[in-house]
T-cell receptor, first 114, second 113 residues
């Protein structure tokens, strides 16, 4: 069975600072990995995904993540935080080569301060 | 293309009642998945439908059921509502030919009183 662990339920950074949100996964087969963002009372928006190929994945809004198989990690980073990045972020894994059944982490709420 | 549409956005029901939620996927997407989001349990997979057949099912009681129509629209039904069923229910659609992304609707906020 697959699982996802997100370290840190709340992360606070200053505007302009580096954002680092941690995600570790467990999967018995090569995983597909995703980061989603959720704003209050909204659905989930895909930031980026890893399926195969290049391990450094670039997404929307300046976010990127690196798939490290040896560390079973898929941490999300952004060089410079913006106030509009304040939201909840979810890491997810799927097996079987589709995105139709996702296992999510518990989420990390990102706060951005002036 | 229009996104995933879920109706209604908000719903208040009484314990013991039943409820039906609707999801219209992105045009051309044949896979529809449902998730429950609560503060305590987070995001949990309910079930997935593809071509009117349930392909995957999560660990939820039989009170939770769903179906998919020939136009790929999907409904989920919860019978005999309990207070713990209060949650944000999210629907996602996927194009399994492209394989690699699930698009989410804005969700239906269900409150059971």
């Amino acid at each position: 069975a697959q699982s996802v662990t997100q370290l840190g339920s709340h992360v606070s950074v200053s505007e302009g600072a580096l954002v680092l949100l941690r995600c570790n996964y467990s999967s018995s087969v090569p995983p597909y990995l995703f980061w989603y963002v959720q704003y209050p009372n909204q659905g989930l928006q895909l930031l980026l995904k890893y399926t195969t190929g290049a391990t450094l994945v670039k997404g929307i809004n300046g976010f990127e993540a690196e798939f490290k198989k040896s560390e079973t990690s898929f941490h999300l980073t952004k060089p410079s935080a913006h106030m509009s990045d304040a939201a909840e972020y979810f890491c997810a894994v799927s097996e079987g080569g589709t995105a139709s059944k996702l296992t999510f982490g518990t989420g990390t709420r990102l706060q951005v301060t002036l | 293309k229009a996104g995933v549409t879920q109706t209604p956005r908000y719903l208040i029901k009484t314990r013991g009642q039943q409820v039906t939620l609707s999801c219209s996927p992105i045009s051309g997407h044949r896979s529809v998945s449902w998730y429950q989001q609560t503060p305590g349990q987070g995001l949990q997979f309910l079930f997935e439908y593809f071509s009117e057949t349930q392909r995957n099912k999560g660990n939820f009681p039989g009170r939770f059921s769903g179906r998919q129509f020939s136009n790929s629209r999907s409904e989920m039904n919860v019978s005999t509502l309990e207070l713990g069923d209060s949650a944000l229910y999210l629907c996602a659609s996927s194009d399994l030919k492209a394989n690699t992304e699930a698009f989410f609707g804005q969700g239906t906020r269900l409150t059971v009183v």
